[in-house]
Each structure stands twice: as structure tokens, then as C-alpha cells.
């Protein structure tokens, strides 16, 4: 349980001998003032009482407003819901003003993404903090064109100056940790709304991007209100305030006879594009792994005719065989095995296995490199749908259909909730609605 005293201060005392008196709010060993802005001389305080002496001129006074005070940090720490340490009790005094901006805030949390190896996470929301400072830098004369060629050509300097190494993630980090140009009080519905607008318009997004930031910046106000930083007056979500509503899409899927197009596509080996084939049948052999999974597979994830398979978006386990054709891949590259430094598949045959962020940038280059020549084997094909990197799994959802049971292909997919499996699978299975159309029109 916290302590919370009036205490004066007497390592700041001053020129005129008088001391600042601070609120000490202290548990656990860890302690944190709260400076009231009064100062008194040590002979008309009263260290037991927590109070001044009645030799001090206003000293009524001055003890009704230290009792306010007082009471004010004590309801802070006994009303709040959750525990509360002494830095946030300190914050919450402060007021909904707080001592940080919401590029601090948002920094803050990068950073330890970052530090924690989340390379995906902590470079998207980072890129949020920069479409923000071209909102706020925004120039309301300039015409459209002026103004989103501007915007990618500083995003173009900034991957360019990345690339040869004369600006770091880091960098950028540091700089949005100094910016105090928004506060969490600007944020309101009026901000949120004309936001939207701007990423829509000048930064070309869709809804679902649009949607992800609005969700970033709602995950930063609860943090920064549980710590006290702003107040919960000023919250720009919910009730009849500034809703997220995250809206469904179609989720289209190969058919069985498209995938047979794929697999009897003949191309030169040891390609890129033959290479992609490859992995993209494979990560449709297994379910529709994840494209940046499979190309992180190793021969030492193999074991007894079986996959041994980690998810890296939330890490569940999985065994899975080694199917007839997902054997008739791996025979390809059995050859490979030491060119490839232990990989199945080439891209990775580099990389700084000790240096997770080399992992993360090469995984991703692949990825787009993948998504690249997908698109060239779709044409290859003639087969008139969007052929990327997660329509493996899409396929493989479309192919199963109704036949598989739910728990199984929770199983498969690796979800956490059979919820979240019967939303995802519900995508692909449309016979119900088929008949009960049928029924209706065919009269």
C-alpha cells in the first residue's frame, strides 16, 4: 500500500531559506514528488503533522490547500480500478495536460517493440507517427498533386537514406520522442475526422488502413490515460464519440482446378519465379502457412515424414505429415541443403541468423519479391483472381469448404478461439444461401 505524505524538500531549499513542499507518494521502494508550488521556512513546518505551524502568516490558508492536495492524491490511488504505482498517481496529478505528448507516448512504445524483436509491429506503427506529421505539416492551398508528391518524396529520402545507412530506425524514434507538436487533448472527433480524410485522400489509403491507425491511436489514449498522462474527459472513442468499426472483406480463394494449374506450370528451375511456385505450393500443402513461415522453414524442422511447425504471429505448435507433394518439393531442394545454410528455400541462404532484424528485412524483401512473380504465374495461368502470398491460405480455406470439422481446421489454421474459425471459414462456404436464392427465384 502507497504512503502518501506532504513532506518539504530540504536538498532544493533556496537563496531566502525557504524549502518546496512536494507530495511523496511511495511503495515498494520506489518513490515520486508531486511539487506544489509552495515554499515555507523549516522553522514553520510541523514534520509529524504534515502541516505548517501557526508561526506561519497564512498558515489557515496554506493548510487547507495542503489538505485539498492531499486528498486529491489519496483518491487518486484508492479510486483507481487497477494498481497504480507512484509515478502514475504523480502523472494523474499532473492533470489531463500530463508531461508528455502523443508522439512521446507513441515513441516510447515503439522503442520497446523494437528492442523486443516485433520488427513488423514497430515499423508499421512508426510509419503511422509519420502519415501523422504530414497531417499536421499539411498545407490546406497546396493543390492535391503538390502535395502527395511531396509526401512521397520525403518517404522515398527516408528509405533511400535507411538503405545507405545515414539514418536508423532509431533515429527516427528519437526525433518523434522530442516532437511535442500534439497532444492527446487535440485529439478529438474533429482531428479524428479530418485524419481520415487526409489518409484517404492524399495518402491514397484504404478503409482498413485508415481503420488500423484509429485503432493505433485509441490503444495509445487508454495507456496514456491509465498512466495519468491525459484525462479520461478527453477520450475521442466510443459512446457517441468516433466509433472503429472494423468492416469485413471478401475473401477470395483459389479453386481446386486453379491450384492444378499451378502445380502443372512449367518453368525454368532454380528461377525466382520457379522458386515462388514452389514455395507457394508448399505453404498450400500445409494448410496455407504463412508465406513469411515458410520461407524461414529449415531442414531441422523436418523430423520422422513430419513438420514441426511454430507460428510466428502468435507461436502455437503444430505437426503436420509431409504430404506426397509437399515430399516431391522438398526432393528439389535436398540438393541445396548446404548452399542454402540449412534452409529449405534460397532466400534466406544469407542472412545474419544471429541479427534478427537482418531475419525480419530479408523475410520481407522475399515476401514482396514472391508477391512480385504471383502475380506473373496468375497471368502464366490466366487465372483472374488477386494470386499473392496469403491466397494460399484462402485456397485452402475455399477447398475445404464444408467438409472438414471446424475443430480440425481450427487445428489446422492454428486460431486461438473456434470463433475465430467459423468467421474465417464462413468466407467460403455459401450453399446455404445458394439454395435458399435458388428457392426464392426459381418459382
Request: charged fraction near 30%; proline fraction near 2%; hydrophobic fraction near 35%.
Amino acid at each position: 500500500m502507497a504512503i502518501i505524505k506532504i513532506v518539504l524538500r530540504k536538498n532544493m531549499i533556496r537563496k531566502d531559506k525557504t524549502i518546496p513542499l512536494a507530495i511523496r507518494i511511495s511503495e515498494n521502494y520506489k518513490t515520486n514528488y508531486k511539487w506544489l508550488g509552495q515554499y515555507v521556512l523549516e522553522k514553520d513546518w510541523d514534520k509529524d503533522a504534515g502541516r505548517v505551524k501557526k508561526t506561519h502568516p497564512n498558515a489557515k490558508k496554506l493548510n487547507n490547500f495542503l489538505l485539498k492536495k492531499l486528498t486529491e492524491a489519496n483518491d487518486v490511488y484508492f479510486d483507481s480500478k487497477d494498481k497504480i504505482t507512484p509515478k502514475q498517481v504523480k502523472l494523474k496529478l499532473k492533470g489531463a495536460g500530463g508531461s508528455k505528448s502523443f508522439f512521446n507516448v507513441a515513441s516510447d512504445r515503439i522503442k520497446s517493440k523494437y528492442e523486443r524483436d516485433v520488427f513488423s509491429v514497430a515499423k508499421s506503427e512508426l510509419s503511422i507517427l509519420y502519415n501523422l506529421e504530414e497531417f499536421l505539416n499539411h498545407n490546406n492551398s497546396q493543390e492535391k498533386n503538390v502535395v502527395i508528391n511531396g509526401i512521397k518524396e520525403r518517404r522515398k529520402t527516408r528509405v533511400s537514406k535507411g538503405r545507405k545507412g545515414e539514418h536508423t530506425f532509431m533515429d527516427s524514434v528519437e526525433h518523434f520522442k522530442k516532437n511535442k507538436s500534439l497532444k492527446f487533448q487535440d485529439i478529438n472527433e474533429s482531428f479524428l475526422d479530418r485524419y481520415k480524410d487526409f489518409c484517404a485522400v492524399y495518402l491514397e489509403q484504404k478503409t482498413r488502413t485508415i481503420t488500423n491507425q484509429l485503432i493505433f491511436i485509441r490503444t495509445l489514449f487508454n495507456k496514456a490515460i491509465k498512466n495519468g498522462i491525459v484525462d479520461s474527459k478527453f477520450y475521442p472513442f466510443g459512446g457517441e464519440k468516433e466509433k472503429i468499426r472494423i468492416g469485413s472483406s471478401h475473401k477470395i480463394g483459389l479453386i481446386v482446378n486453379e491450384v492444378e494449374q499451378i502445380e502443372l506450370l512449367e518453368l525454368e528451375p532454380d528461377t525466382s519465379i520457379w522458386h515462388t511456385k514452389n514455395v507457394w505450393l508448399f505453404a498450400f500443402y500445409f494448410a496455407g502457412i504463412r508465406i513469411s513461415d515458410a520461407i524461414k522453414l529449415k531442414w531441422s524442422d523436418f523430423k520422422d515424414g513430419r513438420l514441426f511447425y511454430v507460428m510466428n504471429k502468435n507461436e502455437k505448435p503444430l505437426s503436420l505429415k509431409v504430404s506426397e507433394k509437399a515430399e516431391v518439393i522438398l526432393e528439389y531442394y535436398k540438393q541445396e541443403k548446404d548452399d542454402n545454410n540449412g534452409f529449405i528455400f534460397p532466400f534466406l541462404k544469407d542472412v545474419d541468423e544471429s541479427d534478427t532484424e537482418d531475419i525480419f528485412r530479408k523475410t520481407r524483401n522475399a515476401t514482396k519479391l514472391l508477391n512480385k512473380y504471383l502475380k506473373r504465374i496468375g497471368d502464366m495461368c490466366e487465372i483472374d483472381k488477386n494470386l499473392s502470398n496469403h491466397i494460399a491460405r484462402h485456397s485452402f480455406g475455399n477447398i475445404a469448404g464444408n467438409k472438414i470439422h471446424p475443430r480440425m481446421l481450427q487445428k489446422l489454421y492454428r486460431h486461438s478461439d473456434l470463433k475465430t474459425t467459423l468467421i474465417y471459414q464462413a468466407n467460403f462456404i455459401h450453399e446455404e444461401a445458394d439454395d435458399a436464392l435458388e428457392e426464392v427465384i426459381n418459382f
